[in-house]
């Protein structure tokens, strides 16, 4: 790596990203295969987002094959995020929840856990077919021909620092844009109000919305931001490092939020019938579950709906730590 007093080219930094998570990727490749261990399918997954994200923050500054697009990657990693989700839905369920069920609904899970077993078998099928199929080939061997002997675009030979709002501002502004935000809450006279603690049934009613579908996309886009924070989180300090565990919580609360959604979507097909039917304790654990998480978001919510913390945000972007020297 090209560093001397501090100084970091832009291709240097995206060289160390890039092939970071492609090795990883290739690490976990045989093992995933294997399918002996959730936790090979899980850290494949990452790499596949993390490189996703590399790719596209440092879009600019790399000239790669034309094979490793951003699109081939989600495609590839969209296989591996259906039989990952399973498996969090899988262990949810059997460590989790059912502990705490009566004998009989205990029963009418494990109806509900064979045939998502069943399931798991179609989509681990389809993540070997993709891994040992034409597109995962071609990119695997196309990354690695780029690691070998990596192209640069012009401006990779600049310094990082006076560059880092310019890079970093542009997917800051999306997810601080994101309509997410505003999901229960109202606009007047060009004022953000914020509702009183609001009960279950009115959060039900929210979450039942197409609202939901909002606040998973808002979900993306915080975990889309956090990696790209990541890349560069060196060069800033504790209030940067705050942000970006603001945003990580917001990531996993929603997550949270969207996987109890996900859930009782998942029993009721499996079942055919409404869950709060078959299994009356469970559907109550899910609500708390929600209520319980939906106060959480409300308050990180009001903070980055509060003018002062974007400002604050965007400035700390800004004003990285490190004196530069010009671009």
């Known amino acids: 790596m090209t560093e001397k007093n501090n100084i970091i080219t832009l291709k240097d930094l995206a060289y160390g990203a890039i092939a970071k998570h492609s090795r990883k990727i290739f690490k976990y490749e045989a093992r995933v295969l294997q399918d002996k261990d959730p936790e090979d399918l899980h850290q494949m997954r990452v790499g596949m987002r993390r490189l996703r994200s590399a790719i596209a923050c440092f879009a600019v500054v790399v000239d790669l094959p034309e094979i490793a697009t951003e ?58 077919k993709t891994l040992n ?27 990082v620092y006076p560059l880092l709002p310019d890079l970093l501002l542009p997917q ?37 919305r197409e609202d939901i579908l909002l606040l998973h996309g808002l979900r993306k886009s915080a975990k889309k931001t956090r990696y790209s924070l990541e890349l560069f989180a060196r060069f800033y300090g504790d209030t940067y490092h705050q942000y970006l565990d603001r945003i990580e919580q917001i990531q996993e609360i929603l997550g949270q939020i969207q996987d109890t959604h996900v859930l009782r979507k998942v029993l009721e097909k499996a079942l055919k019938s409404a869950i709060a ?10 609500l708390k579950t929600r209520y319980q998480k939906w106060l959480e978001w409300q308050t990180l919510q009001q903070q980055f709906l509060d003018d002062r913390i974007r400002t604050e945000f965007r400035q700390t972007i800004i004003q990285s730590e490190v004196k530069t020297q010009g671009f």
């Open 277 to 286: 039917e078959q299994m009356p304790k469970l559907a109550e654990l899910l």
């Open 133 to 159: 199929g034409k597109l995962y080939f071609h990119l695997e061997q196309g990354l690695k021909g780029w690691l070998d002997r990596p192209i640069y675009q012009k401006i990779g030979d600049c310094f």
């Open 172 to 208: 800051v502004s999306q997810l601080l844009l994101h309509h997410g935000w505003l999901v229960g809450v109202e606009i007047k006279e060009g004022q953000i109000e914020f509702p009183q603690i609001l009960n279950r049934e009115a959060i039900e009613l929210i979450i039942s």
């Open 71 to 128: 699109k081939n990657i989600a495609n590839i990693g969209r296989t591996l995020g259906k039989l990952r989700d399973l498996d969090i839905l899988l262990a949810v369920l059997q460590d989790d929840y059912r502990p705490l069920l009566p004998a009989e609904e205990q029963k009418s899970l494990d109806k509900a856990i064979k045939s998502l077993n069943r399931k798991r078998k179609r989509e681990l099928r389809q993540v070997r």
